[in-house]
């Protein structure tokens, strides 16, 4: 792996509205929320951030409107330092995501449309190849078109590129994606739909995990919220315990902020199990905060709360 030369990631952007609210109304009913806040989101773009934070060098592929949310996206990446690899179209608007957060326990739901984002084609992502060919690590989800995604990943393969597909939100895939895959980072319910292995154990992710072996995978990585990872490969199987660092406040961005912290430990050449504790750490930090992209903690944060040796 060549460390140093950063971390490029194919996604969406969306501006996140969230509201904050005791429980989620029913059909045809109206309830007083407890908060609303709008930030920057996007599976892609939220993992660009948790990697740009933890001090990789982030190129960010994609495509967005020409409109305000669009304005928000290009001044999130100015912000962070991400270099944006991103078209601009009049054609189509910047996504957008409903969020609902339990103002109680964090948890989440969300509705997210991805916008000119959905336009995104193989072409599209063959004009980035460059980048991706430069990059140390290139990562991946589902927000944008399974082609756009499985193009990316057959560039980076062809280059020896460390590739990562995050798998969300899940649907059914050609088992052609799989042996593109170094690492895949499902969630539990992710993992559920793509294996047939129900996911409620640790038990239950490492059969899941062979699954995903069995189908051409490097080693599968599965998140289990509270319980942590599962780093599952051919030679070994490795709990890694979550980081309990505060009080959860939200949980929307905790799978990009692992997904994004993993990618930069790999990039500046951290084994798998050391970049899997780090995404845990800075994962357990950013549910303590609300929103998503913002929530992303600082490098120096992430490592005061490793221990060390």
């Not at 060549?2 to 194919?10: D, H, N, S, T």
């Not at 998140?223 to 939200?250: M, N």
Request: proline share 6%.
């Amino acid at each position: 792996m060549a460390a140093g030369r950063g971390v490029a990631i194919l996604g969406i952007f969306v501006a996140d509205l969230a509201f904050r609210a005791g429980r989620m109304p029913a059909i045809g009913e109206t309830i007083a929320g407890s908060g609303f806040k709008m930030g920057p989101g996007g599976k892609g773009s939220n993992q660009a951030v948790a990697a740009a934070r933890a001090g990789a060098r982030v190129t960010f592929i994609s495509k967005i409107g020409r409109d305000d949310f669009g304005a928000v996206a290009l001044a999130t990446w100015k912000a962070e330092g991400i270099v944006a690899d991103v078209q601009q179209t009049d054609d189509a608007p910047t996504g957008a995501a409903f969020i609902y957060v339990n103002d109680t326990t964090g948890e989440n739901a969300i509705i997210v449309v991805p916008g000119a984002a959905a336009t995104i084609t193989a072409a599209d992502v063959e004009r980035s190849a460059e980048t991706i060919r430069n990059a140390a690590v290139f990562v991946t989800q589902f927000e944008q078109p399974l082609a756009a995604a499985m193009r990316g990943l057959e560039i980076a393969r062809g280059t020896g590129v460390v590739t990562v597909l995050n798998p969300a939100p899940a649907e059914p895939i050609d088992d052609a994606f799989y042996p593109l895959c170094d690492f895949v980072t499902p969630n539990e319910t992710e993992a559920s739909l793509l294996t047939g292995v129900r996911v409620g154990s640790i038990d239950d992710a490492r059969r899941a995990g062979d699954v995903f072996l069995a189908k051409g995978v490097g080693t599968a990585l599965i998140t289990l919220g509270q319980a942590g990872v599962l780093l599952h490969g051919r030679d070994s199987s490795t709990h890694i315990p979550a980081f309990k660092v505060g009080p959860v406040v939200e949980t929307a961005g905790a799978g990009d902020a692992f997904n994004g912290g993993f990618a930069a430990a790999l990039a500046r050449g951290e084994t798998p199990q050391a970049a899997a504790r780090f995404g845990c750490a800075l994962a357990g930090i950013s549910v303590t905060r609300p929103g998503t992209a913002p929530s992303m903690p600082r490098l120096d944060e992430v490592m005061a709360v490793l221990p060390r040796g």
